[in-house]
């Protein structure tokens, strides 16, 4: 096998190994921790509001992902089979980061444009909303699948109050858009107080759904 198809076949690798470790990251540095630690709860008060921003926690995950590649794979890689490896699996490492970060944060931005996309924002919203502990994996079921952690509903319930992290989802009237009605369904009530806030907070840190 040559350098270049050599490099090649190690990056698709380097690809779905960043596919494990989303997996096993998501559901054990940042779930099964229960807020312990800055991985865990960044991620947690995320599940607070169901919102995404860009914060400086993206640059320092970006920054440990490419230490990673740069410090482990790439001179494991080379160590194994040579340096056409170990760059096509580091490559393979950050761009399939790259790519799960791109798909997470257009879930929450941007209205699904095809059958992947719809996919993709079911399974992840049925883990914000319908249960924490399930669908792991953000970009592919594979890891779900092997783990018996998917799971599949037809219609993921939103709660009215944490919508607004889903502004595609809702119309000029904060309802839900008539196009999204075979997957998604808004429950409770709109209103956020304080109390709320904090039976919300305490229920994302014990990785528990939120209540209507």
């Given amino acids: 096998m040559g350098p270049l198809l050599s490099g090649l076949v190690a990056f698709a690798v380097g ?13 054990f540095a940042m779930h099964e921790l229960h807020g312990k ?3 865990s709860r960044e991620h947690l008060l995320h599940h607070v509001t169901a919102g995404w921003g860009f914060t400086s926690r993206l640059l320092l995950a970006w ?5 990673v590649g740069a410090a482990a ?13 170990g760059v096509g699996l580091a490559a393979g490492w950050v761009l399939g980061y790259g790519f799960y970060e791109f798909q997470h944060a257009q ?11 719809r996919w993709l924002r079911k399974h992840h919203f049925h883990h ?10 953000v970009t592919i079921p594979f890891w779900d699948i092997v783990f018996h952690t998917r799971e599949a509903p037809d219609v993921v319930p939103v709660p009215r109050r944490l919508a607004a992290g889903l502004g595609w989802l809702l ?5 839900l858009r008539a196009e999204f009605a075979a997957d998604y369904v ?10 709320q806030a904090g039976i919300d907070r305490a229920r994302a840190f014990a990785s528990l759904a939120p209540n209507p």
């Fill in 107 to 117: 879930a929450h931005l941007r209205a699904p444009r095809n059958r992947y996309e």
């Fill in 171 to 175: 119309d000029d009237d904060g309802e």
């Fill in 15 to 27: 690809v779905n190994l960043w596919f494990l470790f989303e997996y096993l990251l998501h559901r």
């Fill in 73 to 85: 794979w790439l001179p494991l890689g080379t160590w194994l089979l040579g340096p056409a490896v």
């Fill in 128 to 137: 914000h909303f319908g249960h924490p502990m399930a669908n792991h994996g």
């Fill in 186 to 195: 808004l429950v409770g009530i709109d209103r956020m107080d304080e109390r």
């Fill in 63 to 67: 920054l440990g992902v490419a230490l």
């Fill in 37 to 39: 630690g800055i991985m």
